[in-house]
């Protein structure tokens, strides 16, 4: 255990290649569907309004050269082209996100020991929230996934199934995001040999540090070496207005971790000698933008490492 990477990936999904070439496909088609309709009605001079499928046969008979006539068609049928092709290069480029992040999930799984996903979509092969299947009922939506040397791993501990939590109470609209958690033995430094809990966790929104702090409190009761780390919904000057126990610390990046500028993913513990504080995956980025333009996803990659 020298590096843990954990990401709000939010809805990764392992089809999200195939759906994102299945959205261009659709896109184009129904673009060129489109436009040939309203090219062959423009050309065939019809005052009724009505395309007839001998229009169509026709037009598709018509040279290359006689098609550019498009840009000369009307303005309102200007209008329809330019919505036409807005829409399509909306498609391609929800395509090139949806791929780009499922590329990088692959390289991050291979690229560290540990590898923690939440918002993994509900159709993802390696989602492991026991909320599916209607606990409580109605289910959950929001699943993690959790890899261990490159493979897909359990989680070994987890409130609803091994009764482990110690923190608040959750409200009923809370229980999609309950933390999930594994035990896993150091393997450097000071951390060589010791076994901490790490408890991944995509927080409830809106919870200004109340929660995040309550839990952290409630483990380090347990008396046992641990780390609550994700997308805590809260930022560190949020969870610092509460009171955390002596000897609870944080773990954050000196950024952004989101397109808005916050600082949603980090890590609390205590045993802060374990570890570097919280980095993020790319940390040149001059524009918090640029996380979603580099990842595909609104947060950024984080990554712990021990000392």
């Known amino acids: 255990m020298n590096k843990i990477i954990f990401w709000n990936v939010e809805h990764l999904s392992n089809r999200a290649a195939k759906i994102a070439e299945d959205a261009k496909a659709k896109a184009k088609k129904a673009e060129e569907a489109s436009l040939t309709l309203v090219v062959s009605h423009h050309n065939m001079g019809s005052s009724t309004g009505v395309v007839t499928r001998g229009m169509e046969e026709k037009y598709k008979k018509r040279k290359a050269s006689d098609r550019d006539e498009l840009e000369e068609i009307r303005p309102r049928e200007k209008r329809a082209k330019i919505a036409s092709n807005i829409a399509c290069d909306k498609k391609n480029a929800n395509a090139a996100r949806l791929i780009k992040k499922w590329r990088l999930s692959e390289d991050l799984v291979a690229s560290a020991p540990h590898t923690f996903f939440c918002e993994v979509h509900i159709d993802h092969s390696h989602k492991r929230s026991p909320l599916l299947k209607g606990d409580p ?5 929001l699943c993690y996934a959790y890899y261990n040397g490159g493979k897909p791993a359990d989680f070994t501990n987890c409130p609803i199934t091994d009764k482990w939590y110690v923190g608040p109470d959750f409200r009923p609209n809370d229980m999609t ?3 999930r958690g594994v035990v896993i033995n150091g393997s450097r430094g000071e951390a060589a040999g010791q076994a901490v809990r790490f408890c ?17 409190n409630g483990l380090n009761a347990g008396g046992q070496p641990f780390v609550p780390f994700g997308d805590l919904k809260a930022q560190p000057r949020d969870l610092r207005r509460h009171q955390l126990d002596a000897g609870v610390f944080i773990l954050a990046p000196p950024g952004g971790t989101r397109i808005s500028g916050r600082t949603l993913d980090y890590a609390v513990t205590n045993v802060p000698k374990f570890f570097h504080p919280c980095r993020r995956l790319y940390d040149n980025m001059k524009k918090n933008r640029e996380i979603k333009q580099t990842t595909g996803s609104d947060h950024m990659v984080m990554v712990l490492e021990l000392k």
């Open 137 to 141: 009922p109605g289910g959950g939506t």
């Open 177 to 179: 995001r309950v933390p």
């Open 200 to 216: 991944f966790w995509h927080a409830p929104s809106g919870n200004n540090g109340a929660i995040v702090a309550q839990m952290a």
